[in-house]
């Protein structure tokens, strides 16, 4: 499926009327990646060159910092007396809700009101206490040393290596550095919003850096899809042993019968595993076509653009908008460009408000769902729409789900 011929005939073969979005050309895979080879010739693998090397946490501190400052700001004696900002996040969130909620109207609103509580227990949290704290900045550094030995663990540049069909599934030792940061602040720190917030650091730093290898690999998906196999400097068995690894980097640490099912179909697993996910996205594609007044071009596996509410936008085919909106996600939207970053900053800070409200842990991880459903794996899935807008020259677009990624350990432009 990487000739533009065979994406079509697999999407007449799916009834779906779409088109497939051309990329200009393969300048931009050659300034972001690297086929890496053997002195033989053999192919090891790919890196994305923009992927940093060395590590900080400073980045993420100075903008949740930057975020909870700002938000703050907006929540005013004002503005929350008036009950103006919890109006403006149940709007936000209840933004184009599916109609059908029968039966989860209750439950939704439920949830809606501990976001909002979530986010008000911040108007109150002393952010310059907080982050120039001596113990806050010694338990954060201490952290990052052992993330730091983590990550040269795994090459942070290579987002696929077909030399090693068990490669990434080995290597999966980031989750150790958050176990030892949590113990080592849980020891340090008896003051409880200090805590909590440095705990909310802690876990979500770690997830982020593990999070932008998926997001590249996304846009070498994209790149690999809808570009000719030799405009790459690639064979045709590479390029299935490329789709190998990326799937492979993709299983759970738990889920050894999945790694021994990758090893014994190597050649094809990748491929296999691209077919099904792309025939997934044109099921959810035909199932909420009904709600669109046009679907126009299919950009690539995962992104199509239509027209919703009268309003031009992207979809993304794998991820729903919500826990309770079944219909596929909005991840670009042409008339307002800046809709989707505003709800995520907003869900992002719930996540961080939300350790501070008293509710038994089920119900938290409950509601910790809630508000990741929103935003967690849609912004990584939107990696293969920064491949579109990148391989298409198009920077406004691609600026903007950089901006809507939020993730201060990328660097995404070349």
């Known amino acids: 499926m990487r000739t533009l011929s065979i994406v079509i005939g697999l999407m007449c073969a799916l009834a779906v009327n779409t088109q497939v979005a051309q990329a200009k050309s393969a300048e931009a895979f050659f300034k972001r990646f690297q086929v890496v080879r053997a002195q033989d010739g053999k192919l090891i693998g790919i890196r994305d060159r923009t992927l940093p090397v060395k590590f900080s946490v400073e980045p993420y501190v100075n903008l949740i910092r930057s975020q909870l400052t700002q938000e703050q700001s907006l929540m005013s004696k004002e503005n929350l007396q008036s009950g103006q900002y919890d109006s403006e996040v149940r709007n936000l969130l209840s933004e184009d809700m599916d109609q059908d909620l029968t039966g989860q109207q209750a439950q939704f609103d439920q949830n809606v009101q501990v976001v909002v509580d979530s986010l008000k227990k911040l108007a109150v949290l002393n952010v310059d206490f907080v982050f120039s704290h001596d113990i806050f900045k010694d338990v954060v550094n201490r952290y990052q040393v052992k993330m730091n030995d983590a990550i040269m663990l795994l090459d942070p540049t290579m987002i696929a290596n077909v030399s090693d069909s068990s490669y990434f599934y080995k290597k999966n030792v980031t989750y150790k550095a958050v176990t030892w940061g949590l113990d080592f602040a849980r020891k340090r720190m008896s003051n409880i919003p200090m805590l909590s917030t440095v705990s909310y650091v802690i876990v979500q730093v770690e997830r982020l850096i593990t999070q932008r290898r998926q997001f590249h690999q996304n846009m070498l998906l994209h790149y690999l899809e809808n570009f000719k196999e030799e405009e790459l400097g690639l064979t045709h068995e590479e390029v299935n042993l490329i789709w190998s690894s990326i799937y492979e980097s993709r299983i759970q640490w738990y889920a050894f019968w999945e790694s021994n099912a990758a090893k014994g179909n190597w050649a094809k697993y990748g491929i296999n ?98 508000i990741k459903s929103y935003y967690e794996q849609q912004r990584i899935t939107e990696g293969a729409l920064y491949g579109f807008f990148e391989s298409n020259a198009d920077s406004k677009g691609a600026a903007q789900v950089s901006a809507q990624y939020l993730n201060p350990f990328d660097t995404l432009s070349l």
């Open 273 to 370: 595993n691209f077919f099904l996910n792309y025939r997934m996205g044109s099921s959810n594609l035909k199932n909420a076509q009904s709600i669109y007044s046009e679907v126009s071009d299919r950009m690539n596996f995962a992104f199509q653009k239509v027209t919703y509410n009268n309003e031009k936008v992207v979809v993304n085919l794998f991820d729903k908008e919500g826990m309770f909106q079944n219909r596929p996600a909005v991840a670009y939207n042409y008339d307002r460009p800046t809709q989707v970053v505003r709800k995520r900053l907003l869900l992002n800070l719930a996540e961080l408000g939300l350790s501070f409200v008293p509710m038994s842990p089920n119900f938290k991880d409950y509601i910790s769902s809630f």
